[in-house]
């Protein structure tokens, strides 16, 4: 049973430091993807995404629409609800499907050859941005039916628009690593839990209040039918059920005085003869260490 | 082994910890939302009471079109219009609500739209407000302001993940009828009291002081008198707790006098009536009213009741 949850243990860690790796490469140290500029082949006003094509939430985006010669333009996030009132009668390029890194599926959208107002004066954007040849928008997608808008501003159109495109999870990197450590620490785990001898250690640690050395010797024992005991092995033992675990204890024997020193006195003959501190007055103090 | 285990506990943590923030496929793909923000309710109300202030100063109605719309603002402008006319030299009294309730519906698509409840002490009444945003392009102006007295219960809403439930005029689910139709049924007994609607519908104190009204009109001599009354379309319609209704109905009314030859038909001086018709009724003259009327359906059946109204004449023919 042991060794079984020691295997699922280190196999469900090895899939954590796939993921952990996996995300680290995918990401990389900024965390996010990045494609573009693509250009854009329209010649009308607003380019929208369609209310289910961004179906996430928590991706942090970084959109960059350009426009030649300094136009204007505007980028802005809004809930669907308010982004397709917006656009309903105007002509637009409406993206029906988006794969990463850069695969949209667009549809033209006959209209006005205009937005009812400026989508600058409008105070329902989640998140928005224009500017004069580009314009930036940075935001993480929220918990709602969304959608993207890209829009000319003024009396120009987004003729010759290109557009970046990052996405990614804000920490992304960080996480990733975290999730190859934890994968790391759980293989780690999980061998420890294989080897079950070391885990009852501690529990008996744990009630002992003591730490055990590391070469505690563990024997099993087969008890027949006769009472007689039988040594087995480790191996052997897996296929028995623990009785009863006893802990033997050696008894503790007198421990060598490292710091004990020893005075010799050596006469004419060259015999050793061992004296005591309180005779050491008597005699002249040769270090061995000197002597040597 | 316990130095271990408490290096796999601060990993286990980081992970959960850093799972919280992973992007996960959104809950619902319904595409719809919160009709207001529930910060932005205080600021369109004090919007709303700026400009009103500053109308009711000039007493010039035009500012209140920023703010206000439908039959409001018909209400309004002519309320703003009789008292240009009556010169009277009084500033229109200016109060300051204060918001109690406020019950948002999600909608799928605009209008959008919400209940505000305030409460008007110097005016000893509250107010049941709609605000309605028609377009992603326009401002948030009021729609519908009925008035209720202030020992007036409403029936409780039913809301559900915090949002108010609204119920389509169209919709007949729990009722004697829909919405729409008890609207229509209401202005039919004002209509004509000895109709079936009449005898349906009981007599409330709207009711009460419209058929008054008329009664005393009516009594004038050398003057027919005669009163209709219409409906406008239902939109905003509020689920209540008891599985009822509340409907803002917009009731439209009519009072056409014709005057006997050789009679000239005046009213007391700062009446509606005088204002619109300064010199009188010597032959014909027809005044329009909107009433905008807080019904409510009772849960299970029964006819459509009054908590509140609020109206005045819009405009005014005569000769």
């Known amino acids: ?292 | 082994m316990r130095r271990a285990l408490a290096v796999l506990v601060v990993l286990m943590t980081t992970a959960l910890l850093s799972s919280c923030a992973v992007p996960l496929p959104r809950g619902s793909s319904t595409v719809e939302k919160a009709a207001v923000r529930a910060d932005e309710v205080p600021q369109i109300l004090d919007r709303y009471q700026q400009v009103r202030a500053i109308a009711a100063k000039l007493l010039d109605p035009k500012p209140l079109s920023t703010v206000e719309a439908g039959s409001v603002l018909a209400i309004d402008s002519g309320t703003f219009e009789v008292e240009q006319r009556l010169a009277q030299d009084k500033d229109l009294p200016v109060s300051a609500p204060v918001l109690d309730e406020v019950h948002v519906p999600r909608v799928g698509a605009y209008p959008l739209w919400f209940v505000a409840v305030v409460s008007d002490k110097a005016a000893g009444v509250n107010r049941v407000q709609v605000f309605e945003r028609a377009s992603s392009v326009d401002p948030w102006l009021l729609v519908a302001s009925p008035e209720t007295l202030p020992d007036t219960e409403l029936p409780g809403l039913r809301h559900d993940d915090g949002f108010v439930l609204a119920v389509r005029p169209d919709n007949a689910a729990g009722l004697s009828s829909s919405p729409a139709e008890a609207a229509k049924l209401y202005a039919e007994a004002l209509d004509d009291p000895g109709s079936k609607a009449g005898a349906t519908v009981a007599d409330d104190g709207f009711i009460t002081q419209m058929r008054d009204a008329a009664k005393a009109n009516a009594g004038l001599d050398g003057v027919t008198f005669s009163q209709s009354w219409d409906v406008d379309d239902v939109e905003f319609v509020l689920r209540t707790d008891d599985g009822g209704a509340l409907v803002f109905a917009t009731l439209l009314r009519r009072d056409t006098y014709e005057v006997a030859d050789g009679i000239t038909v005046g009213w007391p001086g700062g009446s509606p009536q005088q204002a619109f018709l300064t010199g009188g009724i010597s032959s014909s003259g027809e005044l329009r009213f909107d009433h905008q009327v807080l019904l409510y359906l009772p849960g299970g059946g029964g006819p459509p009741r009054a908590l509140g109204q609020y109206g005045g004449v819009v405009s005014a023919d005569g000769s």
Not at chain 1, 281 to 287: F, N, Q, T
């Open chain 1, 1 to 292: 049973m042991r060794t079984r949850l020691g295997w699922a243990l280190v196999a469900l860690s090895a899939v954590c430091v796939a993921l952990g790796v996996a995300v680290m490469v995918v990401l990389g140290p900024d965390s996010r993807m990045t494609t573009g500029p693509h250009p854009v082949d329209t010649d009308g006003f607003v380019v929208v995404t369609a209310p289910k094509v961004l179906t996430w939430q928590g991706v942090r985006i970084d959109v960059l629409a350009e426009l030649p010669a300094n136009k204007p333009v505007f980028v802005g996030l809004g809930n669907s609800v308010d982004v397709q009132d917006f656009v309903a009668d105007s002509e637009r390029l409406e993206v029906t499907s988006f794969g990463t890194p850069w695969s949209p599926r667009t549809r033209e959208v006959k209209g006005r050859e205009n937005l009812p107002s400026s989508p600058t004066a409008l105070d329902w954007w989640i998140a928005k941005s224009a500017g004069l040849g580009g314009a930036r928008l940075s935001t993480t997608l929220p918990d709602e039916t969304v959608s993207l808008a890209i829009t000319s501003v003024g009396s120009s159109n987004l003729t010759g628009l290109r557009v970046s495109l990052a996405y990614g999870v804000e920490g992304g990197f960080l996480k990733g690593t975290g999730l190859l450590l934890l994968g790391v620490g759980g293989v780690w785990a999980g061998l420890l839990v294989r080897r079950g001898p070391d885990l009852r250690r501690s529990e008996a640690d744990d009630v002992d209040g003591e730490q055990h050395v590391d070469d505690e010797e563990v024997v099993y024992v087969y008890l027949d039918d006769d009472g007689v005991e039988h040594e087995i092995s480790a191996a052997e033992a897996a296929g028995y059920d623990v009785v009863e675990t006893v802990v033997v204890e050696h008894p503790p024997g007198p421990e060598p005085d490292a710091a004990r020193v020893v005075y010799v006195f050596v006469d004419d003959d060259g015999v050793e003869h061992e004296v005591g501190e309180d005779e050491l007055d008597d005699y002249e103090i040769l270090d061995e260490e000197d002597e040597r």
